[in-house]
């Protein structure tokens, strides 16, 4: 009988990550610094005790990593722009879309979430993410019993259909997500790199944060 690789510790702390965003709608909005800030912190001790399984995986390319930075960069502006483009009330769920300007009145507190929302954001969600959909899903979609034998960036157009869609679902801004997915798989299709995607995800998700101080739009907090 041959033994199939573990995917769990590529998938535990996203299936973390998801439950407690799920819970977080049942509590009261007054508690969501305090929650948010506890699900940051199990989400990295879930990511430091899973990293022996695929830490290997980020290795360091210094011109994917580069051409990550530049299309994280261009991928907040095709997030936004297919955003624009979703029909209105078709979102799949919502964000808490939390002002901390308008719900946190002592500043320290304040930008101390702030601080934390941010780590969450382009550290951990990165991470989190790019090892679950990119490195795991896709390939375990392509080939169940020997996806970890594959190389990074070898996948099934099945696999990517699959991966997309349930990215998709997996954000309320779907149709940018599905565009989203299909940046993400091409890069690492043409890099090879799991970094190069996780910088990527890390400055899209930096630029939106700061395009969310900037503009007020919270709903995409």
Same mark, same amino acid.
């Given at each position: @009988? *041959?033994?199939?690789p573990?995917?769990?510790p590529? $998938?535990?702390? @996203? ?5 407690l965003?799920a ?14 800030g ?7 001790? $879930?990511?430091?005790?899973c $990293?022996r $399984?695929?830490k290997?995986?980020l290795r ?8 990550g930075?530049v ?5 907040l502006?095709l997030?936004?722009?297919l ?7 078709w !979102?799949?769920?919502t964000? *808490?879309?939390?002002n901390? &300007?308008?719900?946190? !009145?002592?500043p ?9 929302r941010?780590?969450g %954001?382009v ?5 989190m993410?790019?090892v679950?959909?990119?490195s &795991?899903?896709l390939r375990?979609a ?9 190389? %990074?960036?070898?996948? !099934?157009?099945?696999a990517f ?9 997996a ?5 940018? /997500?599905?565009?989203?997915? /299909?940046? @993400? /798989? ?5 890099t090879?790199?799991?970094l ?9 998700? /930096?630029?939106?944060?700061? &395009?969310?101080?900037?503009?007020g739009?919270w709903?995409?907090w």
């Amino acid at each position: @009988m *041959t033994n199939k690789p573990d995917g769990l510790p590529y $998938a535990a702390p @996203m299936v973390l990550f998801l439950v407690l965003t799920a819970l977080e709608g049942y509590l009261p909005l007054a508690l969501y610094p305090l929650i948010y800030g506890v699900k940051a912190l199990l989400v990295l001790i $879930a990511l430091l005790v899973c $990293a022996r $399984a695929w830490k290997s995986e980020l290795r360091w390319d210094t011109k994917a990593m580069a051409l990550g930075m530049v299309l994280g960069l261009l991928g907040l502006g095709l997030w936004l722009g297919l955003d624009a483009l979703q029909p209105a009330g078709w !979102s799949i769920g919502t964000r *808490t879309a939390y002002n901390p &300007f308008q719900e946190i !009145s002592t500043p320290a507190l304040r930008y101390s979430f702030i601080t934390v929302r941010f780590i969450g %954001l382009v550290l951990l969600v990165p991470v989190m993410e790019e090892v679950f959909w990119r490195s &795991f899903l896709l390939r375990f979609a392509t080939d169940q019993d020997k996806w970890k034998e594959l190389p %990074l960036g070898q996948f !099934s157009l099945a696999a990517f259909g699959i991966v997309a869609g349930l990215f998709a679902v997996a954000h309320p801004e779907w149709l940018a /997500a599905i565009g989203y997915a /299909a940046l @993400m /798989a091409g890069l690492l299709r043409h890099t090879k790199s799991l970094l190069a995607c996780v910088v990527a995800h890390g400055v899209t998700n /930096a630029a939106l944060g700061v &395009f969310v101080l900037l503009t007020g739009n919270w709903k995409y907090w």
